[in-house]
């Protein structure tokens, strides 16, 4: 097998089959290696994308790869990039967990981020349904139902805000102090939010429906749906072996990778798209990245061929971070 590359894309979800679809309309000679660890797998369906709301995500992705299937200079593989090296060129080598060695000009860093949600019995079999993280993706599903905020500070007075817009039942729940202060606690009020500061020990279900939050003290709250405050952080350290700049830390994503506005990184050749650089993870935005991305990399790849004339490679000064 011919494993030369112009350009290596690390993850085959909706960034990453996104700008293989570019790519191979622009003839470039391109790798997909999907680990298939998307994180919106388990959600019913894809929330807000237009032409296809509600759909899927394996069934999007599947549709994706099928579309690949008519460029021939795109290939699809599964499996998982293990060790990621820059060489002269720039040129990069590749090594999957398989022992398989890939070598491409350019990298695509689109793997996704992983969700880091509290480890309390009974979230996890809800994840993605009636267990959420965004009302963007998931409020209209549960909207006029009785929800609860996990959450505390500042993030637990900006989600139950945020989900005041689909439901107005909702107490935050802080699984301990809530790290509120007068004003935050009477602006939750104002907005018929309550807080429970009690301990949880289990999210009960009946049927397979989330039912109640269950406290130490054997107290029950009922509630159909949790939305949860989760940590996003990256699944792998390749970006960390590449040397990438990573952005300071935000309210929700810790370690996104740090872009330039064509989604080039700190380091020549090596570019991102998707939630491994966004700080608001969304399908279409990361579409729309994954889009921009492979734009640039032609244009990357043309200027090392013909000279043509492309912006000098970003330089993410430490003092901005």
Same mark, same amino acid.
Request: hydrophobic letters at 45%; aromatic letters at 4%.
């Given at each position: ?27 470039? !000679? ?8 998307? =994180? ?22 599947? *549709? ?78 549960? !909207? ?37 202060? *007068? ?10 939010? !309550? ?10 279900? !009946? ?58 990184? =700190? ?23 994954? =889009? ?30």
């Amino acid at each position: 097998m011919n494993n030369e590359w112009e350009c290596a894309i690390v993850g085959g979800g909706a960034a990453g089959l996104s700008a293989a679809l570019v790519l191979g309309r622009a003839r470039r !000679r391109t790798l997909v290696i999907d680990a298939g660890e998307q =994180s919106n797998l388990a959600a019913h369906g894809i929330g807000g994308l237009l032409g296809q709301d509600g759909r899927p995500p394996a069934d999007l992705y599947a *549709d994706g790869r099928r579309e690949l299937t008519e460029y021939p200079s795109v290939q699809v593989i599964d499996g998982q990039v293990t060790s990621a090296t820059a060489q002269d060129g720039p040129a990069f080598r590749l090594e999957l967990a398989d022992g398989s060695v890939h070598h491409a000009r350019r990298i695509l860093l689109a793997g996704g981020m992983q969700y880091d949600a509290p480890d309390i019995p009974g979230l996890d079999e809800h994840w993605g349904g009636s267990v959420f993280h965004c009302p963007f993706c998931h409020g209209w599903e549960a !909207r006029d139902q009785a929800l609860a905020v996990l959450a505390d500070g500042d993030r637990a007075v900006h989600m139950a805000l945020m989900l005041r817009g689909w439901t107005d039942d909702i107490v935050v729940v802080s699984n301990g102090p809530s790290g509120l202060d *007068d004003d935050q606690n009477r602006t939750l009020a104002a907005a018929g939010v !309550r807080v429970d500061e009690r301990k949880i020990v289990e999210f009960a279900s !009946r049927d397979g429906a989330l039912t109640a939050v269950v406290f130490a003290d054997g107290d029950e709250l009922e509630r159909e749906g949790v939305l949860v405050a989760s940590a996003l952080r990256q699944r792998t350290d390749l970006a960390t072996q590449l040397g990438v700049r990573i952005a300071p830390p935000g309210p929700v994503v810790v370690d996104a990778v740090k872009v330039d506005p064509i989604q080039r990184t =700190s380091v020549p050749g090596v570019f991102a798209a998707g939630d491994v650089c966004a700080q608001m993870p969304q399908v279409a935005a990361a579409i729309a990245a994954g =889009s921009a991305a492979a734009a640039a990399i032609v244009q990357s790849l043309l200027h090392d061929q013909f000279g043509l004339p492309v912006m000098p490679w970003p330089h993410f000064d430490t003092q901005e971070d």
